[in-house]
C-alpha cells in the first residue's frame, strides 16, 4: 500500500508569482493524462520563468540580515533571531568577520537558553572564523562561565531520558531492524512487513536512517539541508550557495560529494521551483547518477529495464552497505498511480528538467535525444517514488505558522501500511525513522502505522488517501460499532488508570518512569481494546514518544558538541 501524497500539491509561498502562474496553467491547460513531454514543453516555452539569476554571497546582505537577527535576539524571540543568524551566516562572503559574529551571537542565544555544551561550540567555530580581536574578551568571558556551569552539572543532559534506540535484538543482516520481521506480499496492499514473533508495547524495532532527505524551503536555515536534523538550529553554511546549511562537516562533505555539486550553482533555480518538498524526485536521480559513477549510459540501460520491476530491500547485506544495490531497490519500488495528483507530478518533473539542464555537468551527458527523454521520464519516476514512500514530519516555526515539511526517503520502512488503528507509531525525526509498538504485536500479525490521524484523533480534520482504507476501525458503520467491539474496563483497569494519571502529572517521576508506566499500563490492559479511556491514554502516549525521541535526539547533540569542543 502507498503512502498517501501531500495534500500540498500546487506552490508554496515562496514561490514566485510567475511560476505559480505557470504551474496553474499546466494544470489547467493539460489533461493530467497527457505525456509528460507536454508539461516539459509548455516550461521551455517559458523559459525565462525558470532561468533565473542565482543569488550570491554579500557581506551587505549578511549585515542587514545579522542587525535583524540581533533586534529579535533583545525581544527575546531566540528561534527567529537563529533563523536570521543563519541566513547571513549563508549570505556572508568567504573570510568575513559577519560569520564569525553571527557564530558568537548564536552562543549568546544559547546561553540564554541554558544550552551551554552549544554555546562552547558556537564560540570554538567562531574563533576558528575570524573573530575580532577587539571584541574577543567579551566571549572569553562567557566561554569560561560555560565551562564553569558545565562543571557545576547545570548541563540539561543531567535529566533522564529515555534511550529511544532499537531495544531488542536486531536482525543480523539488517542492524537497524529488530529480528523476526519480515516482508510479505498482501493481495489487497501489495508488500507489507509481518511480525515473526511477538513484541511488546515499548519496543522499538526500526531506527533506519533515511536514504535522502528534503528540507522544505521555509526550514532552509533551521535544519540540515542533507539529513533534516534540526541540531537546535547550530548549523554550519555551505561555502558556495546561500541556500544549504549543515548539521556538522560531514553532512557538508556527504551531501556535496552524492547530491549538492549538483545543485549548488542551482540553488536559487531550485528554491523557485520546489513546491514543498517536490525536490525529492531530482534529488534521488542525482543522486542515483553518482552511485553510476556519473555515467549516464549505464544508469539508462539498468533503470530502462528495471522499473517497476519489484523492489525488496531484505535481498540486501546491510552490514556491507551498498548504496548502489539499495538504490536499484528503491528503483524497482511499483507504484500506483494517483490520478488526482499526476498533473502536478509531471509539472513538478517538467520544472526539475528545465532547470537540471542548466547545470553543464548535466547537459554535457545529455548528448542524444534518448538521454533526454531518459532524464526527463526518471525525473517523473523518482517524483512518484518520492510522493508515495517519503515520510513527512511537520513543523511549526511559530504560532502563526502554518507548518512546513521536513521529509525522509527510507528503504525498508518505507514498507510499512496504513491502519487507522495502528500498532506502531512510526516518527520521522532528525533523519531517521523510528517504528515503536502502540500496543503487543503477536507473531503473525501485520506491522502498521496510521499514516495520517487514527480513529482516537477524532478532533484532527479526516484524510483523504490515495486507497480505500479497509482496516478494522474502517469497515465498521460508525465510532459506535467500533467501540461495541471492545469491553468495558474493569474495576481494577480503571484504577490502574486513575494511578497512572497522578503519575504522569506528578514532577517527582523522570521522563523514564512516565514513559514506561503507560507502555506498562497498555500492555496490561490491551484486552479492552477498543476502549475510550484506553484510546485516550494511547494519545497521549503517542505525544510522549513524540517528546522523549526529541529529548533524545537533543541529548545526542550536546554529547556531540561536547566532543568537539573538548576534543
Known amino acids: 500500500m502507498d503512502k498517501p501524497p501531500s495534500p500540498k ?20 491547460e493539460i489533461a493530467s493524462d497527457a505525456d509528460i513531454e507536454a508539461y516539459r514543453d509548455m516550461v521551455l516555452a517559458n523559459g525565462e520563468v525558470v532561468d533565473v539569476s542565482e543569488v550570491t554571497k554579500s557581506d551587505t546582505k549578511a549585515e542587514q540580515l545579522r542587525k535583524a537577527g540581533n533586534r529579535l535576539y533583545h525581544a527575546r524571540k531566540y528561534k527567529a533571531a537563529l533563523g536570521k543568524y543563519n541566513e547571513a551566516m549563508c549570505c556572508a562572503e568567504s573570510g568575513s568577520e559577519h560569520l564569525a559574529i553571527c557564530y558568537a551571537n548564536r552562543s549568546a542565544i544559547y546561553y540564554e537558553q541554558e544550552e551551554y555544551e552549544l554555546a562552547l561550540l558556537n564560540m570554538a567555530l567562531a574563533k576558528e572564523h575570524n573573530y575580532p580581536a577587539k571584541i574577543l574578551d567579551k566571549l572569553d568571558v562567557r566561554e569560561q562561565s560555560c565551562r ?6 547545570q548541563s540539561k543532559n543531567i535529566a533522564l531520558c529515555p534511550r529511544m534506540g532499537i531495544n531488542v535484538e536486531v536482525n543480523p543482516r539488517v542492524p537497524f531492524l529488530a529480528k523476526g520481521i519480515a516482508m510479505r506480499q498482501y493481495p ?37 539541508s542533507h539529513c533534516s536534523a534540526e541540531n537546535q538550529h547550530s548549523l554550519i553554511p555551505c561555502p558556495d550557495c546561500v541556500f544549504a546549511m549543515y548539521c556538522s562537516e560531514e553532512c557538508l562533505e556527504r551531501d556535496k560529494r552524492l547530491v549538492h555539486r549538483f545543485e549548488c550553482g542551482l540553488a536559487t533555480k531550485l528554491r523557485n521551483v520546489s513546491m514543498y518538498t517536490s525536490n525529492m ?18 544508469m539508462m540501460e539498468y533503470c530502462e529495464q528495471s522499473v517497476n520491476a519489484g523492489g525488496d530491500p531484505f535481498t540486501l547485506d546491510y552490514r556491507e552497505y551498498d548504496p548502489l544495490a539499495e538504490f536499484k531497490e528503491l528503483h524497482k519500488t511499483v507504484l500506483n498511480t494517483n490520478t488526482e495528483i499526476e498533473g502536478s507530478l509531471k509539472a513538478c518533473a517538467a520544472l526539475s528538467y528545465a532547470v537540471l539542464i542548466k547545470n ?10 534518448s538521454h533526454h527523454r531518459f532524464l526527463l521520464n526518471s525525473l517523473l519516476h523518482y517524483t512518484r517514488v518520492a510522493c508515495f514512500l ?27 501500511n496504513h491502519s487507522c488503528d495502528p500498532n506502531v507509531a512510526a516518527i520521522y525525526m532528525g533523519g531517521r525513522l523510528k517504528f515503536i509498538l502502540l500496543r503487543p504485536i503477536r507473531a503473525g500479525e501485520q506491522i502498521l502505522t496510521a499514516y495520517g ?18 482496516c478494522p476501525f474502517c469497515v465498521q458503520p460508525s465510532m459506535q460499532h467500533w467501540l461495541a467491539t471492545g469491553r468495558e474496563l474493569s474495576l481494577g483497569a480503571e484504577r490502574n488508570a486513575d494511578m ?24 496490561r490492559h490491551i484486552r479492552f481494546h477498543p476502549e475510550d479511556t484506553l484510546s485516550r491514554i494511547m494519545t497521549t502516549y503517542r505525544l510522549y514518544l513524540l517528546e522523549m525521541v526529541k529529548k533524545d535526539i537533543e541529548r545526542m547533540g550536546r554529547e556531540t558538541a561536547v566532543a568537539r569542543v573538548f576534543e
Request: a negative charge; hydrophobic letters at 40%.
Open 9 to 28: 500539491t500546487t506552490a508554496g509561498g515562496h514561490v514566485p508569482p510567475d511560476v505559480d502562474i505557470l504551474l496553474s496553467r499546466m494544470l489547467s
Open 148 to 153: 564553569k556551569k558545565l562543571e557545576q552539572g
Open 188 to 224: 489487497w496492499c501489495n508488500r507489507g512487513l509481518e511480525a515473526e514473533r511477538d513484541f511488546r508495547t515499548g519496543d522499538v524495532i526500526l531506527d533506519e536512517k533515511a536514504v535522502l532527505s528534503i528540507v522544505d524551503v521555509p526550514l532552509k536555515y533551521y535544519n540540515c
Open 281 to 298: 524526485g531530482p534529488k534521488l536521480f542525482l543522486y542515483g547518477l553518482t552511485l553510476f559513477n556519473d555515467d549516464l549510459d549505464q
Open 360 to 369: 553543464l555537468a548535466i547537459n554535457s551527458t545529455l548528448t542524444t535525444k
Open 390 to 416: 517519503m515520510w513527512n514530519s511537520h513543523v511549526n516555526l511559530s504560532t502563526t505558522s502554518t507548518g512546513h515539511v521536513l521529509s525522509g526517503l527510507t528503504s525498508v520502512g518505507s514498507l510499512i
Open 453 to 470: 490521524p487514527t480513529w482516537y484523533d477524532r478532533n484532527h480534520p479526516p484524510v483523504t488517501y490515495s486507497f480505500v482504507c479497509a
Open 500 to 523: 497512572l494519571l497522578a503519575i504522569l502529572q506528578d514532577e517527582a517521576f523522570n521522563d523514564v518512569d512516565k514513559l514506561h508506566a503507560i507502555q506498562q499500563y497498555i500492555q
